[in-house]
């Protein structure tokens, strides 16, 4: 399957714990965004990342949020001590590079906080 | 920053009926694409349109943008019940821009 890969696919968490959610792009991209989806909403841009590098966070809430792109592996956006308000869908897109290309979506993470 | 509105929010159409989605920008945009995310779904790219007054169809699909590139609209002929799902605008605010500003769709439904 040569799209965005995100994993898993349903997370169920209770208020307090950390919530990791992983991406992996479509092959020959560099370039990773995260997006946030709220019930009968649109998509919220949160963060935009390249290999090792945030480029844009100014989606992301200043707590307990953050988000990494290693040099190997896959992207990462860690949510700690959630809170029910945190649940959410929270998709990924890749493109191969930045400056208004279209973005590939993942099939998305369902975040369920108890 | 930037707004990007949809209109209708929810629309109830017959198979067979038309449909129609209206997006605007509060502010210029270098581009701007259409996704469909079906219930339970992630959005799939649909089409991007880059010039002024561009119009592009996808069989029963039509994609127009507006002259002054701050409005867009989708129109579907003759729906099918495959066409069921939400559409949404998604707009970047300049050259350059890598910040997707979404409408918040419009959520279709057909009846068959």
């Known amino acids: 399957n040569a799209g965005v890969m995100q994993n898993p696919r349903h997370l169920v968490r209770r208020r307090g714990q950390e919530a990791r959610l992983r991406c992996s792009p479509m092959?020959?991209?560099?370039?990773v965004y995260w997006y946030r989806q709220l019930p009968e909403e649109g998509l919220k841009f949160m963060v935009y990342?390249?290999?090792?590098?945030?480029?844009?966070e100014s989606g992301m809430p200043k707590e307990r949020f953050s988000a990494e792109f290693p040099k190997e592996g896959p992207s990462i956006l860690r949510i700690q001590q959630v809170v029910r308000g945190d649940s959410a869908a929270y998709f990924c897109?890749?493109?191969?590079?930045?400056?208004?290309?279209?973005?590939?979506f993942g099939p998305g993470t369902r975040l369920l906080v108890l | 920053g930037q707004q990007v509105m949809q209109i209708p929010q929810y629309q109830h159409v017959q198979e067979g009926e038309d449909f129609t989605t209206y997006c605007n920008s509060s502010t210029t945009l270098s581009n701007i694409q259409w996704y469909k995310q079906r219930p339970g779904g992630h959005p799939v790219f649909l089409i991007q349109?880059?010039?002024?007054?561009e119009v592009k169809k996808q069989k029963r699909l039509t994609f127009q943008f507006g002259e002054a590139k701050k409005n867009s609209s989708l129109h579907i002929t003759a729906t099918q019940t495959t066409d069921v799902g939400t559409y949404f605008c998604a707009g970047y605010s300049g050259a350059g821009s890598y910040q997707l500003t979404f409408g918040k769709g419009t959520k279709l439904s057909v009846i068959p």
């Open positions: 897109a890749s493109s191969p590079t930045a400056s208004s290309e279209t973005q590939y």
């Open positions: 092959k020959g991209h560099s370039h």
């Open positions: 349109l880059v010039k002024s007054g």
């Open positions: 990342l390249q290999k090792e590098n945030i480029i844009d």
